[in-house]
């Protein structure tokens, strides 16, 4: 399967795409992933997209695009993936169907995550990551790890992203609600948008989240 997933920020994509992925046997793409990944080694586009993720706007699409493109042409996403966080606007979509077309594939379904406002600045307020892997998520109060401080998967050190200061993810809706969120009529467009509600357990949500993706087949 080829997967979208699309939703605000905090309203629990990554934490769904990785049990997503695990059920239906894809890689999980997170662009903000490989963004923070190439923030901790320091790479040249680390030093770019640091730039652009602290003040909550959307790295430069060239930049993304070609990023996102080289992960998907792995071997290990051949059969499918689930793409987190991009496309991002019209554009990234567009060239997602560009890249699709060149290949002979299609998009599946777009998984369109609903939470309120209110619950996603509670839910980033008290997330932490593993600074080991950033697919593993916590939440202070929601989903705390055993020992605090410490990720229950790997024993690695949780930190607050940088990106998680209020005034930062004030911003980020902002663009969510100005830039991301047409992608959703582009792909109503397309047939292909099924939304789900992202709030209640979390195990709840990837239940729900499964039973659309069956009856959306
Ligand atoms: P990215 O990393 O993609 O961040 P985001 O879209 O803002 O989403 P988040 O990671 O904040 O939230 P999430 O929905 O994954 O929620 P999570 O599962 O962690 O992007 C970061 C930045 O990178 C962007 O701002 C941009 O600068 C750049 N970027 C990335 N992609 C780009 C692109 N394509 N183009 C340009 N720029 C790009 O959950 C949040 C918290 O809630 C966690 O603590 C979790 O434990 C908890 N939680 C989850 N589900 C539940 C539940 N059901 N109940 C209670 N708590 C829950």
Redesign the pocket.
Known sequence: MRIVLV?P????????ATRLAETLHIPHI????L?RANISRQTELGKL?KS??DA????PDEV?IAM?KDRMEQPDAEGGFLL?????NVS?AEALDELLETEDMKLDAVLDLEAPEDEVVK??A???VCRNDSAH???VA??PPKKEGVCDVCGGELYQRD?DSEETVRR?LE?YHTQTEPIIDYYKAQGLVVTIA?????AE?TRRALEALKRDQ
């Open positions: 939703g920020p905090g309203a629990g994509k990554g934490t769904q997170s662009t903000g992933d963004f997209a652009y993720m909550g706007n959307l790295v993304t996102a987190d966080g991009f496309p991002r990234q839910r980033i008290g997330r932490r998520v916590f939440h929601y989903t990106d980020r663009v992202a709030t209640g357990p979390v949500v």
